[in-house]
């Protein structure tokens, strides 16, 4: 019985200090009250009444190619650039003269884009008769206008009649309308896109209603092939990209390429971008050489390979991911260069590239979560080397801090927490930049150890150059997909097979054209930023790092103004030069 007595005490006393147990287990996962914002901003719910506002119109509007579509943003944008327009921004504090400035830029650039979207639109239409009445169709049913049976299918069977001789001609002839093969493969994207908008439509009907079904079944049965064969035919004999590995882009040419970094705030030409790549690509050069010295290497190439054998064994990258991550966590705390939020190092995914992604991404990727790149056994003996070698555990040591903390994964924490209506004002120069710049932090604090570690970070550093020369040069038209991948191979260390996945991946389309030259010009934007206010002791690093993350993403010119807390009403600042091109 005492035996018995004492261990109902001793699980008596368990119970009741597990309570505290877990409490103090679970601290730091509910901040303080004081830390959370109360926001006063009256700009704020501005923004995010226009957020939901535009979300529910594209939700409806939806249509690609639509001119419905098209009318009702730009009457949307006018109608909030009136809005806007009512308000005195010499009347607002800090925060909302930023996001009034922000807002208006914005709107205004939207509306621009309008327009570019309509002129390469109208630039393939030769290549796609009868393709608008198609378009018309979809945005009815959009509207919820109810079609005519057979009305309905006199338009499917002409848009197919004009499609079939068009392609009877380009079939003798394929340079009969003198198109670029690039238009050529713009317009097979194009009648891709119709072509799934035209399923959806006719099979919200087809069934339901037997008056349209005995009419439209054959004549879009017809149409539906038709627009099968036409495309493919854009595709494989005009843009000559019947390889699915074949690279083909759509340049935007300087004008526009101006005019997205006048967006950004940036005030320097490509070609003065080009200029910053090359000399940020020699100093990558000459930090590899000195690396690969320090492993008795008198070749960087040399030393690059060594790098590259040293991979995990298959199967074991992911926990290679897991130490990677924890590793980068207690640097940052270490060294107290920002806040680390005990749920953020928690609420994190992650999940393995399929071999067919991994055709355009064939390293990490990240954002919420991390994607991890790694071999499978159903790849190709020689692409399965190539992907080993390019995920090596240095390479990889030298990205997952990028994808996760204090990177992206760091980045969606606090943007969903702090400022959310900014994630309108989102910009790569402000996501890929913060990512990147804290690879050139961590470098400057020594993060790389070794000198293995050393040529892992300047291979991704020197990566990020040349995207910036192989993007702009693309779109300026001085740079073919072949030449950029050539780069990737010759001044970087790239395998082949990668520097195609990764060439092919920024000019598919998915990413905007700047996208790419982001990564490095917005990391030295940042590091510029930091020089500004840490280095010269008005700022310490934590202070920086989560004044920045709490401000919500923006461009980086727009993060100076909010930092110096100098913002008179109107225009945002075109005017910071954040790169000395005398060094």
């Known amino acids: 019985m005492p035996h018995a007595r004492r261990l109902l005490a001793i699980c008596l006393a368990a119970a009741l200090a597990a309570p505290a147990a877990a409490h103090a ?22 923004v995010a009444r226009f957020r939901s506002d535009l979300a529910s119109l594209e939700r409806v509007r939806d249509i690609t190619a639509g001119p419905r579509r098209e009318a ?59 393709v608008d009445a198609l378009v018309a169709l979809a945005e009815a049913r959009r509207a919820l206008e109810y079609p005519d049976g057979r009305a309905s299918a006199d338009v499917l069977d002409r848009s197919r009649r004009a499609l079939a001789d068009l392609q009877s001609r380009l079939e003798k002839d394929p340079k009969a309308l003198g198109t670029s093969p690039i238009v050529a493969f713009r317009a097979a994207r194009l009648l891709d896109a ?48 019947n390889d699915p590995e074949t690279i083909i882009g759509d340049p935007i040419g300087r004008e526009a390429l101006l005019t997205g970094l006048r967006h950004e705030l940036i005030p320097y030409t490509p070609e003065q971008l080009m200029d910053l790549a090359e000399r940020e690509l020699a ?24 790098v590259k054998s040293r991979h995990p064994a298959p199967g074991e990258q992911p926990k290679l991911v897991v130490e990677l991550a924890d590793e980068a966590i207690a640097f940052m705390e270490a060294n107290e260069l920002l806040t680390v939020p005990e749920l953020a190092k928690r609420d994190w995914r992650m999940t393995m590239l399929t071999p067919e992604y991994q055709l355009q991404a064939p390293f990490f990727l990240g954002g919420q979560d991390v994607w991890v790149a790694y071999p499978t056994d159903t790849m190709p003996h020689d692409k399965k080397l190539m992907a080993l070698r390019g995920n090596n555990r240095h390479f990889s040591r030298a990205v997952v801090h990028h994808e996760l903390i204090p990177g992206h994964h760091l980045q969606y924490f606090y943007n969903t927490r702090y400022q959310p209506h900014r994630e309108l004002f989102d910009t790569p120069f402000w996501g890929e930049g913060w990512a990147l710049y804290w690879e050139f932090r961590l470098w400057d604090l020594g993060f790389a150890k070794t000198p293995e570690d050393k040529i892992g970070m300047l291979f991704w550093r020197s990566h990020r150059a040349a995207r910036i020369l192989f993007s702009l040069g693309f779109h300026l038209g001085e740079m073919a997909p072949d030449q950029a991948v050539d780069l ?8 082949r097979e990668n520097a195609r996945a990764e060439v092919r991946r920024s000019f598919a389309g998915d990413y905007g054209p700047l996208y790419q030259i982001a990564y490095m010009i917005g990391g030295l934007q940042f590091n510029a930023l930091h020089k500004e206010f840490v280095a010269s002791g008005r700022m310490t690093e934590r202070d920086f790092h989560d004044t920045i993350l709490k401000g919500g993403p923006m461009p980086v010119a727009a993060v100076r103004a909010r930092l110096l807390g100098e913002l008179p009403p109107g225009e945002l600042p075109r005017d910071w030069r954040f790169y000395d091109f005398g060094k």
Do not use: N
């Open 488 to 495: 990737l191979v010759e001044r970087v260390g790239h395998e």
């Open 72 to 130: 009702a943003l730009r009457e949307l944008y006018q109608a909030w650039q009136a809005r806007l327009a009512e308000i005195d921004p010499g009347t607002l504090g800090l925060e909302d003269r930023l996001d009034h400035a922000l807002m208006t830029r914005e709107l205004g650039y939207r509306l621009g884009q309008l327009d570019f979207s309509r002129s390469r639109y109208e630039e393939a239409a030769p290549l796609l008769p009868g």
């Open 194 to 241: 119709v072509r799934e908008d035209l399923r959806q439509w006719h099979g919200f009907h087809a069934g339901y209603d037997p008056d349209f079904t005995w009419w439209t079944r054959q004549p879009y049965e017809a149409l539906d092939k038709q627009l099968e064969s036409h495309a493919k035919l854009l595709r494989d004999k005009l843009a000559g990209a």
């Open 25 to 46: 287990a679970g601290e730091g996962l509910a901040p303080a009250l004081a830390e959370m914002p109360a926001s006063t901003q009256r700009l704020a719910p501005v």
């Open 283 to 306: 100093w990558c050069q000459r930090e590899l050489d000195k690396a690969a010295a320090e492993m008795g290497q008198d070749d960087w190439r040399r030393a690059l390979e060594i």
